[in-house]
């Protein structure tokens, strides 16, 4: 068994995976699993920089995951970063910040490579289930960008296009600085424009019409499950695996866009850094599904972390 530290920095959230992996035999023991909102894209789509104050926030969590991986001895730590670190133009603020408290450099990585570890994760004990149809289609709804690919055992097609719940909150969502609640018709169908843009892109290198089953990733996906299940706590050994209806996915997403951002904060198993970006989150995926003909969708709580854990053993 070898003991690694996963760090996925992504545009809305950092997250941390200490486990004790054998790649031989496939045995995996979860030492430590915790996410924080960070928030990282802020801005990023409108001016092609990392903020201060973003920056600040993730140097602060990853003082907190340098404790943890102390104090839990990690042999190897791979610290990945994805959408808002590629696009930055001061990226390399944000790599000496990293170098500097985890003394390993953040790799920032293609979206194709993002694909993969979105796969690996999310499928590796999903491969040999029966009531579940190949190949599947792991779609990765992140906050600057999503993911889709397909594969069996291992994937056979990927893509990765600028559309998430922070890039599409931003852009359409906000007026002189705030978050329009609920959002007008008008905004909503200019979400609707870019996600089905997004789709046509995707469609020219991944097949989705070959899916036979959908596996949705990351908080957006995650917090729909939730909401759901009608769970009162956020409690992950219920959400992973939990297979989403198209017909729930549709009802919620309307509900998060008729509510206001106090009704949205309400609800129990809402994080705090989630509330003003999930309805262009929910609305992600209810295009995803409508699109590929997904009746359900299988939620997953182990998705690009847990590829990138899997990649150090």
């Known amino acids: 068994m070898t003991r690694v530290a996963a760090i996925d920095c992504g545009t809305n959230s950092i997250r941390l995976l200490v486990a004790d992996l054998d790649a031989a035999t496939g045995a995996f023991t979860e030492l430590d699993r915790r996410m924080t909102i960070v928030r990282l894209g802020q801005g990023v789509d409108r001016t092609g920089r990392l903020a201060d104050e973003a920056l600040e926030r993730t140097f602060a969590a990853c003082r907190e995951f340098a404790e943890v991986i102390r104090d839990l001895k990690a042999e190897r730590v791979r610290f990945v970063a994805t959408s808002a670190s590629r696009d930055a133009e001061n990226r390399e603020d944000f790599v000496r910040g990293v170098v500097g408290i985890l003394g390993v450099e953040p790799e920032v990585i293609s979206g194709d490579q ?3 570890f979105s796969f690996t994760g999310a499928t590796k004990e999903l491969a040999g289930r029966a009531d579940l149809a190949k190949p599947f289609l792991v779609v990765d709804i992140g906050g600057g960008s999503t993911e889709f690919v397909v594969g069996e055992e291992h994937v056979r097609a990927a893509r990765s296009v600028d559309v998430g719940c922070v890039r599409m909150t931003e852009r359409h969502l906000v007026a002189d600085g705030v978050v329009v609640d609920p959002p007008t ?17 995707a469609e020219e290198a991944v097949p989705l019409a070959e899916a036979r089953t959908l596996v949705g990733l990351a908080g957006s996906v995650t917090t729909v499950a939730a909401i759901a299940l009608g769970l009162t706590d956020y409690d992950w050994t219920r959400i992973h695996h939990a297979r989403i209806s198209l017909e729930q996915v549709r009802e919620i997403t309307g509900r998060l866009l008729a509510a206001t951002h106090e009704e949205r904060a ?17 609305l992600v995926l209810q295009a995803v599904m409508e699109r590929v003909g997904a009746r359900e969708v299988v939620v997953s709580e182990h998705d690009i ?3 990138i854990a899997w990649s150090i053993a």
């Open 114 to 116: 993002e694909a993969e």
């Open 266 to 282: 309400a609800i129990p198993v809402m994080h705090p850094g989630r509330v003003d970006v999930i309805c262009a989150g929910a």
């Open 305 to 307: 972390l847990d590829g």
């Open 185 to 201: 018709p008008e905004r909503i169908a200019a979400i609707r424009e870019d996600v089905e843009a997004a789709l046509d892109l």
